[in-house]
């Protein structure tokens, strides 16, 4: 079997994101958020399901993951490989956005829910942190959780560097397969007898792709690369200064052609407050 690699968009989504498969997701959050008994989550409901955009597409699409559980919180999930100054920022952003849809202006502030953010990041955000980090509004004086609406993890996968038979906890074993599905022939024996990793492979199988799935992951695989040897050769000749003029024409022809602020962030790494900046001016 050839195995997708999950750090891909597309493949991320699929596999996780498929409202046939929902167990798969299930598994990841309980996993991640360590939600167990009461909290644990039973059912969740996709807002955006995995639909596979075509190449046109995809400079506007935002291939996140959105469900909401049993007790009506949000979880969002990303799988980003580009960094950025204002990564944090924009998580900040994207949560808080999602947060304040939950209602109109006219509605109690009582019903809304809270907000779970998960990032997955092939890059290091964090100093003297684990691979999974958790970030909480805490009371500086008590270190009680008074203001618990929002809740930040982050997965910086190049921090992972554990074998599978290292692997103790659900969570650490749903970290190996992202980093590691796309460089195994056999579903591993330590994983073949649960049944959401097991469900989680045969959707990472590549053979059961369909012609515009394999296009747009190919696709997707070679931008990546086309954008690194950019950037590279960009930084050999010194042009820094006409990289960051292309950056703010893009940003410019992206405002004239109607994006919001959170698209064109994600397409040029600029935090919102530098975009907004270029539409005053």
């Not at 996993?31 to 046109?56: A, H």
């Not at 849809?101 to 990041?121: E, G, R, S």
């Amino acid at each position: 079997m050839k195995f997708a690699n999950p750090k891909n968009d597309i493949a991320f989504k699929k596999i996780f994101g498929d409202e046939k498969h929902k167990e798969v997701l299930i598994s990841f959050l309980n996993s991640v958020l360590d939600f167990k008994g009461k909290r644990e989550i039973k059912s969740v409901t996709l807002t955006n399901p995995y639909q596979l955009p075509n190449i046109e597409e995809l400079k506007e699409t935002i291939l996140d993951i959105k469900a909401i559980n049993q007790n009506n919180e949000e979880f969002i999930v990303e799988m980003q490989k580009k960094g950025g100054s204002s990564f944090t920022k924009r998580s900040l952003y994207y949560t808080s956005k999602a947060y304040v849809n939950q209602i109109d202006k006219a509605m109690d502030f009582k019903q809304l829910k809270k907000v779970y953010y998960i990032a997955l990041v092939d890059f290091n955000i964090f100093d003297n942190t684990s691979f999974i980090s958790r970030h909480l509004i805490i009371n500086q004086e008590t270190t009680k959780q008074d203001l618990k609406d929002f809740e930040f993890t982050f997965i910086e996968l190049k921090k992972f560097n554990l074998e599978l038979k290292e692997c103790d906890t659900i969570v650490k074993k749903w970290i190996y397969f992202i980093n590691n599905a796309s460089s195994l022939e056999l579903i591993p024996k330590e994983l073949q007898n649960i049944k959401e990793f097991k469900t989680a492979f045969l959707m990472a199988n590549t053979y059961t792709w369909n012609k515009d799935e394999l296009e747009v992951y190919d696709y997707l695989f070679l931008k990546e690369a086309n954008d690194i040897d950019a950037l590279k050769s960009a930084e050999n000749k010194g042009i820094q200064k006409g990289i960051e003029k292309g950056i703010l024409t893009v940003a410019k022809n992206s405002i004239k052609q109607g994006l919001d602020n959170e698209t064109i962030s994600l397409i040029t790494s600029l935090s919102i407050e530098q975009i907004e900046n270029l539409r005053t001016k």
